[in-house]
């Protein structure tokens, strides 16, 4: 059987919410035997993970590749399960308010108390300290601050929300990701406990800082519109097609935007494509002309030339399905996508797996049973 890279690692997960567990998916993914804690029936979930019934019928990608336990974390018994997981544990994630863990019994100073080399992470919006670290949020909140939601508008019709793909699964999910993966390094080099503070603002700004930088050298505003690669450039753009469908055009280098000029017919621009003058000429006839095919017929004709087509959600899941066979040596990380590892469990329900989790991690029936009860 394959082994992967993380598979003598354990991550203990208390977090409920998209960040922490995207990120401990992926760390599942590569082999991590993932626990999440959740409070007893669930009560904690928010109601757009509870409603998923996707959860209950095997379908969630977060609850792939995890084992659940039930706890409440207010007693002395569940408190005293918690942590004997954190005793057993390489890592510790968490997604409370500043200052919740503690109060819990399950902060860093407890969890390193428990285990000295553990790598504990803790997911927020605005980090530990600071004026704005027990302030509420969520990843348009976020966004908001770190100057994303003026990429997606005009300045005149309301700011366009990317989901919570950009704070909560990127700067959230993923930055935890690496930084327990980069902890862990330093764990088996002999570090001692290292704490992890992933704000999820502190993530997109981050992200954002090379277009940062490059406004503060003197390139325009990249607001909507403003940048090349947000909607100023008409070879770097989306266009709708005969049949009310929309195609993006990818032109920037100028082998592609010489193929976009040959494929659309418009060969007159093919010398302009660093003339911003000729711009606004060029936009309005890749328009007219895109209005003229349909959106896949415009996609084969124009392959060559990073055309590619707006894929709905279920789309672009299914086309995607093709994308799911790895080799001997590679490993998926696309939650969902990837073939379930024979070694993976499935949370389909909080509390799944409490006695036999807590029994593997040494508590004897009276303790089962008083921290279940």
């Given at each position: 059987m394959?082994t992967?890279?993380?598979?003598?690692?354990?991550?203990?997960?208390?977090?409920?919410?998209?960040?922490?567990?995207?990120?401990?998916?992926?760390?599942?993914?590569?082999?991590a035997?993932?626990?999440s804690?959740?409070?007893?029936?669930?009560?904690?979930?928010?109601?757009?993970?509870?409603a998923?019934?996707?959860?209950?019928n095997?379908?969630?990608?977060?609850?792939r590749?995890r084992?659940?336990?039930?706890?409440?974390?207010?007693?002395?018994a569940g408190?005293?399960?918690?942590q004997?997981?954190i005793?057993g544990?390489?890592?510790?994630?968490?997604?409370?308010r500043?200052?919740?863990?503690?109060r819990?019994?399950?902060?860093f100073?407890?969890a390193r108390?428990?285990?000295?080399?553990v790598?504990y992470?803790a997911?927020?919006?605005y980090?530990q300290?600071?004026?704005?670290?027990q302030?509420?949020?969520?990843d348009n909140?976020?966004?908001?601050?770190?100057?994303v939601?003026?990429?997606?508008s005009s300045g005149?019709d309301?700011?366009g929300?990317p989901?919570?793909?950009v704070a909560?699964l990127?700067?959230?999910?993923l930055i935890?990701?690496?930084?327990?993966?980069?902890?862990?390094?330093?764990?088996r080099?002999?570090s001692e406990?290292?704490?992890l503070?992933?704000?999820?603002?502190?993530s997109?700004?981050a992200m954002?800082a090379?277009?940062?930088?490059?406004t503060?050298?003197?390139t325009p505003?990249p607001?909507w519109r403003?940048?090349m690669?947000n909607?100023?450039?008409?070879?770097?753009?989306?266009?709708r097609?005969?049949d009310?469908?929309?195609?993006t055009?990818g032109?920037?280098?100028?082998?592609?935007?010489?193929?976009?000029?040959?494929?659309?017919?418009?060969?007159e621009?093919?010398?302009?494509?660093?003339d911003?003058e000729?711009?606004p000429a060029l936009?309005k006839?890749?328009?007219?002309?895109f209005?003229t095919r349909e959106?896949d017929?415009?996609c084969?004709?124009?392959a060559?030339?990073?055309?590619?087509?707006v894929?709905?959600?279920?789309?672009a899941w299914?086309r995607?399905?093709?994308?799911?066979?790895a080799g001997?040596?590679s490993?998926?990380?696309?939650?969902?996508?990837?073939?379930?590892?024979?070694?993976?469990?499935?949370?389909?329900r909080?509390?799944?797996d409490t006695?036999?989790?807590?029994?593997e991690?040494?508590?004897?029936e009276?303790?089962?049973?008083?921290?279940t009860s």
């Amino acid at each position: 059987m394959r082994t992967r890279p993380l598979d003598d690692v354990t991550v203990v997960d208390f977090s409920r919410y998209a960040p922490g567990l995207f990120g401990t998916r992926v760390l599942a993914d590569l082999g991590a035997r993932v626990i999440s804690v959740e409070p007893p029936g669930g009560g904690g979930e928010s109601p757009l993970y509870r409603a998923a019934s996707a959860r209950a019928n095997g379908d969630h990608p977060f609850w792939r590749g995890r084992r659940s336990v039930a706890l409440d974390l207010r007693t002395d018994a569940g408190r005293r399960a918690a942590q004997a997981l954190i005793a057993g544990a390489d890592v510790v994630v968490e997604g409370f308010r500043p200052g919740v863990a503690d109060r819990l019994g399950i902060g860093f100073e407890t969890a390193r108390g428990l285990r000295p080399n553990v790598v504990y992470c803790a997911v927020t919006g605005y980090g530990q300290e600071g004026p704005d670290a027990q302030r509420p949020g969520h990843d348009n909140n976020y966004l908001s601050e770190a100057g994303v939601l003026s990429l997606t508008s005009s300045g005149e019709d309301e700011p366009g929300i990317p989901l919570n793909l950009v704070a909560d699964l990127a700067g959230g999910g993923l930055i935890t990701a690496i930084a327990i993966l980069g902890a862990l390094h330093g764990a088996r080099r002999g570090s001692e406990a290292q704490y992890l503070d992933v704000a999820m603002v502190r993530s997109v700004l981050a992200m954002l800082a090379p277009v940062e930088a490059m406004t503060r050298a003197g390139t325009p505003d990249p607001s909507w519109r403003h940048g090349m690669l947000n909607g100023a450039a008409p070879y770097y753009r989306s266009y709708r097609t005969r049949d009310g469908g929309w195609v993006t055009v990818g032109a920037i280098e100028p082998k592609f935007y010489a193929e976009l000029c040959r494929g659309t017919g418009l060969t007159e621009y093919a010398d302009t494509q660093a003339d911003q003058e000729t711009w606004p000429a060029l936009e309005k006839a890749l328009a007219e002309v895109f209005a003229t095919r349909e959106r896949d017929e415009w996609c084969t004709l124009l392959a060559g030339a990073a055309v590619t087509p707006v894929l709905t959600v279920p789309e672009a899941w299914q086309r995607a399905q093709a994308w799911t066979s790895a080799g001997p040596a590679s490993f998926a990380l696309v939650p969902g996508l990837v073939e379930p590892h024979p070694d993976d469990g499935y949370a389909d329900r909080p509390g799944a797996d409490t006695a036999a989790v807590l029994a593997e991690f040494g508590l004897s029936e009276v303790e089962i049973a008083a921290a279940t009860s």
